[in-house]
Nanobody, 126 residues
Framework: QVQLVESGGGLVQPGGSLTLSCAAS????????MAWFRQAPGKEREFVAA????????LYGDSVKGRFTISRDNAKSTVILQMNSLKPEDTAVYYC???????????????????WGRGTQVTVSS
């Protein structure tokens, strides 16, 4: 059974940094594309970043490009989201997602991912 467990959320001031982790189990980690999405209150879930297993390339949502970095530690079956220069509009629940068969053109969409974590809250406020 695939399990994704996010951690690292919390309260941070604008301009600050936070690192989120997603620990995966029950899967062959290197065979899965991994992604982060977020959902703010009253808004739809939004693509944040993804790491393609096939190409090794990374994708970012326009609102986080240049500020967030996704990486993966295959030895620990963990995907990491480093978030810098945080803004109040980054406040959301952040979700980790995984899928073995998602193609690059679908990686920005929720429908591309079969497995999801329960999320971790990130609040950016002074």
């Amino acid at each position: 059974q695939v399990q994704l467990v996010e951690s690292g959320g919390g309260l941070v001031q604008p301009g600050g940094s936070l690192t989120l982790s997603c620990a995966a189990s029950g899967l062959t980690f290197t065979r899965y594309a991994m992604a982060w999405f977020r959902q703010a209150p009253g808004k739809e879930r939004e693509f944040v970043a993804a790491f393609s297993r096939r190409t090794g390339s990374t994708l970012y949502g326009d609102s986080v490009k240049g500020r967030f970095t996704i990486s993966r530690d295959n030895a620990k079956s963990t995907v990491i989201l480093q978030m810098n220069s945080l803004k109040p509009e980054d406040t959301a629940v952040y979700y980790c997602a995984a899928d073995a068969g998602v193609i690059v053109s679908q990686m920005r969409f929720q429908s591309g991912y079969e497995h999801w974590g329960r999320g971790t809250q990130v609040t950016v406020s002074s």
